[in-house]
């Protein structure tokens, strides 16, 4: 069965959190009811397989490995298993465009024609920021179809600068991966190499986030998790009862930025250490990038830079997610961030993290090592 109703996830959830002695846990025991939780959450949703990494002040505090990368071959999830994280990869382009903005290379106040000169009219008093934060206004160049077009993904450009702007810039918040292949290009030009090259040059090496690729399901990904998913296939008749079966997704390299990282939990738990660290950004412009992002009538937008971000100090909320199946959530005032990767699309570990993180809440903080 692919899920049950909710009501299971939140009374499992009240059960575990009633299991940590409020205000005195210890790590074994959040480690413990996290484990718990895990383990109840995949076969009530039925995720094949999952990463889980927790970090808090400078600490991993969990990292594990559940249930099958591949399911027809009864193969197990690894730590070094790799998982696509499709869209949360824009959290990678929101830290490499603050790169280079702490270097002097970008502006994020700048019209986007300031790097980009050959645009449509309409799109280039658009601010950098606009394209970080979704409220630029352009239209998609990706449709429920894929590709605008249906050609290349030259075509593809081609036809969505010929489409008029949904939106003034900064009138309204609207998710789309336009912004993302320009910010793409931005940084390529700026950087004076490859997107890809630069945030593995930058991100990757400095960390030793030595598996950490770019890639998708076409390409040849030693160690990749199998994807899976409950959708019916188009052949499949309307009354057709829910079955695992294959998933692809296709991310254009010129989509890189806004889809396109293989990680690990490890990988990715060093990652969001260094960022909290401000070894990857200075602290300043990691603030920055985590602050929504004003629209023209003063309302806040749901994106900062790279990141969807919610609340107010001290529970401000930094969450990147992608492909229904991996997600990451940073507590910037509480110092903890939770990682869980699956390859079941329609997981949606961004609604269960939350639960994961209020089991570390009550473990004594401890000194980074």
């Known amino acids: 069965m692919r899920a049950t109703p909710c009501r ?14 409020a205000g005195a846990a210890s790590l074994v025991d959040a480690n413990a009811a996290t484990r718990d939780f895990i383990r109840a959450t995949m076969k009530d949703r039925g995720i094949p397989g999952l990463q ?9 505090l969990l990292s594990e490995s559940h249930g099958l990368a591949n399911v027809e071959n009864r193969q197990p999830v690894e730590r070094t298993t790799l998982f696509p994280i499709n869209s949360a990869t824009k959290a990678f382009t929101g830290v490499a465009v603050m790169q280079l903005v702490q270097a002097g290379r970008i502006d994020l106040q700048a019209p986007i024609s300031t790097y980009l000169p050959d645009l449509p009219p309409d799109w280039r008093g658009i601010r950098v920021r606009q394209l970080l934060a ?24 081609r036809a969505v600068m010929r489409m008029p702007l949904e939106a003034k810039p900064g009138e309204r918040f609207a998710y789309n991966q336009t912004n993302y292949g320009l910010l793409a290009r931005i940084v390529e030009r700026q950087a004076a190499m490859p997107y890809e090259d630069f945030v593995a040059g930058r991100q990757f090496a400095p960390l030793g986030m030595r598996r950490s690729v770019f890639g998708d ?3 040849l990904v030693a160690g990749a998790a199998t994807v899976y998913s409950f959708f ?32 690990t939990a490890d990988e990715l738990a060093l990652w969001l250490m260094a ?13 920055r990038m985590w602050v929504p992002e004003r629209l023209d009538d003063g309302s806040e937008g749901d994106w900062g830079a790279g990141w969807p971000v919610a609340g107010a ?6 969450t990147a997610m992608g492909g229904a199946r991996a997600a990451f959530r940073v507590y910037p005032d509480e110092g903890l961030a939770v990682v869980v990767l699956t390859n079941l699309v329609g997981a949606d570990p961004q609604a269960f993290i939350p639960q994961i993180a209020g089991f570390y809440r009550a473990v004594p903080a401890g000194r980074p090592h």
């Open 217 to 219: 399901s076409y390409d």
């Open 8 to 21: 299971f996830l939140l009374l499992a959830a009240i059960a575990l959190l009633a299991s940590v002695p």
């Open 313 to 318: 100090s001290p529970h401000r909320e930094a």
């Open 134 to 157: 979704h409220t630029s206004g352009l239209p998609d160049i990706v449709d429920a179809q894929g590709l605008v077009g249906g050609g290349s993904e030259q075509d593809a450009w």
């Open 275 to 287: 960022l909290l660290q401000g070894r990857l950004i200075d602290a300043g412009l990691r603030e």
């Open 52 to 60: 889980v990494a927790v970090i808090r002040d400078g600490r991993l």
């Open 232 to 263: 019916p296939r188009r052949t499949d008749a309307p009354d057709a009862p829910a079955r695992l079966s294959h998933w692809f997704y296709d991310v254009p390299r010129g989509l890189w930025a806004g889809g396109g990282i293989q990680t």
